[in-house]
């Protein structure tokens, strides 16, 4: 089975430009997770879905970030106007919900670095 | 409210000594706990889980940890470390329900010396 597919895996853009991350879970999963990686903080839980729909999006640091779901086999984090201190590893993972342990899995992770 | 605590942020243990990295959780409920593992440039991997079945939890790559309830701990072990356990080590604690969501640990880098 496929894991976690993130894409792109490295993105390098300019300071203002509108940054689209890319993230499909594994099939049949249904909670999603965005998280982002830096030396300085660690890992943060941007937002979460569960069944297409955003549970908590406490994690979002500003405006200038959103996240979709539009199927359960999709999802975006969009940053506009993206800023240098955006850059950090952005990762999706997915679990399956109902029942288990809810062991979230993680895909590869986006590098991003703004300038 | 959950938290974890991982104390000190690097490890280093000699090839074939025995790997004890430390995690202390808080939690208002009964809670499901998890190792996962980030080597680099790479995405984190679950090495294993406690879920309130057996206190000793066996996982991947010869780790184990133990559930202690008393000491709100689930250290890892592993009796011989091996050069390729170099890694970031992460322990997570979650509450159960549908909408519920990992808490993890700041991490812990474990190097291994030859």
Not at chain 1, 44 to 51: A, G, R
Not at chain 2, 103 to 113: D, M, Y
Request: proline fraction near 6%.
């Amino acid at each position: 089975d496929a894991g976690v597919i993130q894409s792109p895996r490295h993105e390098v853009t300019e300071m203002g430009q509108e940054v689209t991350l890319r993230c499909k879970p594994i099939s049949g999963h249904n909670s999603l997770f965005w998280y982002r990686q830096t030396m300085m903080r660690g890992l943060e839980l941007l937002i979460y879905f569960n069944n297409n729909v955003p549970i908590d999006d406490s994690g979002m640091p500003e405006d200038r970030f959103s996240a979709k779901m539009p199927n359960a086999s999709f999802s975006t984090l969009k940053i506009q106007p993206s800023e240098p201190r955006d850059s950090a590893v952005y990762f999706c993972a997915s679990r399956r919900t109902g029942g288990g342990a809810y062991e979230q899995y993680f895909g590869p992770g986006t590098r991003l670095t703004v300038t | 409210a959950q938290s974890v605590t991982q104390l000190g942020s690097h490890v280093s243990v000699s090839e074939g000594a025995l790997v004890l990295l430390r995690c202390n959780y808080s939690s208002s409920v009964p809670p499901y706990l998890f190792w996962y593992v980030q080597y680099p440039n790479q995405g984190l991997q679950l090495l294993l889980k406690y879920t309130s079945a057996a206190t000793l939890v066996k996982g991947i790559n010869g780790f184990e940890a133990e559930f202690k309830k008393s000491e709100t701990s689930f250290h890892l072990t592993k009796p011989s470390a091996h050069m390729s356990d170099a890694a970031e080590y992460f322990c997570a604690v979650s509450e159960t329900g549908a909408n519920s969501k990992l808490t993890f640990g700041k991490g812990i880098t474990l190097s291994v010396r030859p």
